[in-house]
């Protein structure tokens, strides 16, 4: 669905009913991985992988699933800046800061733990262009390397999130208390 932003462009909406069925898929993708991770299922991860990293992987679908239900279903969808509409209940706009904050940070954790856990790593890496395709084995110290420059930007863009969350929640807060002029 669209809907016209105040400036009259047009941004793209979920239906509810659009958002709790795409919602309800991202979280059973997360479901087996934290099934998985807690010994439901007896299939153990790739070895040397922790059980955390495996529930924190399916977490974050889990989290995202419930964060599309909550943006397009509970809150009313997303203005045009990506912001929750204005008629967001303040209990809806905490709800999504809690479920941003904690995929960001599952997500660093995990990177984190690629790049600066134990154990030996396997990584591949593949280039594909127009009539060209390459791919081959990455060396242990290069694809950490990737996985530390990836984290440090997630540890940061965790930190820049949370705060910039943190206040734009007050502002809504404080915006909610004042009295109609």
């Known amino acids: 669905m669209k809907s016209a932003s105040p400036n009259g462009t047009s ?8 958002a709790i069925v795409t919602g309800i898929v991202f979280m059973l993708c997360g479901l087996f991985p934290v099934l998985v991770g807690l010994g439901v299922f007896h299939t153990p991860p790739t070895p040397g992988t922790p059980r955390w990293v495996v529930i924190a992987a ?27 509409s ?3 209940p303040f209990a809806a706009r905490v709800l999504q800061y809690v479920l941003g904050t904690s995929i960001v940070g599952l997500m660093f954790a995990v990177f984190a733990w690629v790049a600066f856990g134990p154990g030996e790593r396997h990584f591949s890496s593949s280039v594909s262009i127009p009539g060209l395709s390459a791919s081959g084995r990455s060396s242990d110290r290069s694809g950490r390397i990737a996985f530390g420059i990836a984290s440090a930007f997630m540890g940061l863009f965790f930190v820049l999130g949370a705060v910039s969350g943190a206040k734009r929640l007050l502002r809504s807060r404080a915006g909610s208390a004042l009295p109609p002029e």
Do not use: C, H, K, T
């Not at 941004?11 to 659009?18: E, V």
């Open 11 to 18: 941004i793209n909406q979920l239906s509810p009913r659009a």
């Open 58 to 84: 399916g977490g974050m679908f889990i989290l995202a699933g419930a964060a599309i239900i909550n943006e397009y279903a509970v809150a009313g969808g997303a203005q045009a800046n990506g912001d929750l």
């Open 86 to 88: 204005e008629s967001a």
